[in-house]
């Protein structure tokens, strides 16, 4: 069964880091590519962070540029986004996904959605 899990979410202060990781198992996502979305309470799924698995096509999204970073490890199994000076805004579940378009800002045709991992930013 193909299957993308993530985790490391959890209840952060602002100004702190969370790393948030992404394991893909049952079949070979090596064809594509990996982005994170995220989706506040009332609004609507938007794309923050994608990669190819060899690491030379990167996306941030401007509102976390400089602070987030999205990498991949070695064996192309797990995807990372690594999270810091978190902010308030930066709240809301964030979802892995396996895509077979990932042009600049685009992610699309998306093959497979993890379940999601809770992020919360708040003092």
């Known amino acids: 069964q193909v299957q993308l899990v993530e985790s490391g979410g959890g209840l952060v202060q602002p100004g702190g880091s969370l790393r948030l990781s992404c394991a893909a198992s049952g079949r070979t996502f090596s064809t594509y590519a990996m982005g994170w979305f995220r989706q506040a309470p009332g609004k609507e799924r938007e794309f923050v962070a994608g990669?190819?698995?060899?690491?030379?096509?990167?996306f941030l999204r401007d509102s976390v540029k400089g602070r987030f970073t999205i990498s991949t490890d070695n064996a192309k199994t797990t995807v990372y986004l690594q999270m810091n000076s978190l902010k308030p805004e930066d709240t809301a579940n964030y979802y892995c996904?396996?895509?077979?378009?990932?042009?600049?800002?685009?992610?699309?045709?998306?093959?497979?959605w993890g379940k999601g991992t809770l992020v919360t930013v708040s003092s």
């Open positions: 996904a396996a895509g077979r378009i990932f042009s600049g800002s685009f992610f699309g045709a998306i093959a497979v």
């Open positions: 990669i190819n698995w060899s690491g030379s096509r990167t």
